[in-house]
């Protein structure tokens, strides 16, 4: 069924993460698909002018921290370790998720979102987004 299940996640939403983490590892368990759990980080050039520190040591702090979370997120699946990778990168959701799809040749993306707030309406979700552009399967998990 599928090959390559491909779960964009916002660490700083544990909800949202769970429920679509559930729904992937379910069907990677009926399909033997690998899980591939990814985090895009904001652009580091916006906010390092913000701060007095460089950049580098700005990316290198917040690729280790999504490190950290997304290993977390992988011990709590019930999956080999052979079926889970992940990855991180910096840039906007959408972008760097379709990009990364492309990539690992992800036959599905499943991604969490929660209900339409004024917010959503006016700007749009990462979520909508993604279904929006995505050249295979998506499912939202609300």
Sequence with gaps: MY????????????????????????LAKLSGAQVHLFHALPDASAFASAYSFGIKEFENEAVVDADKKLKKWLDTIDLPTEQLSYSVSFGTPRDEVLTLAAEIEADLIVIGSRRPNVKTYLLGSNAAAIVRHAKTSVLVVR
Aim: proline share 4%; hydrophobic share 45%.
């Design 3 to 26: 090959k390559t299940i491909l779960v964009p996640i916002d660490l700083n939403e544990e909800e949202l993460t769970g429920n679509a983490l559930a729904y992937a590892v379910d």
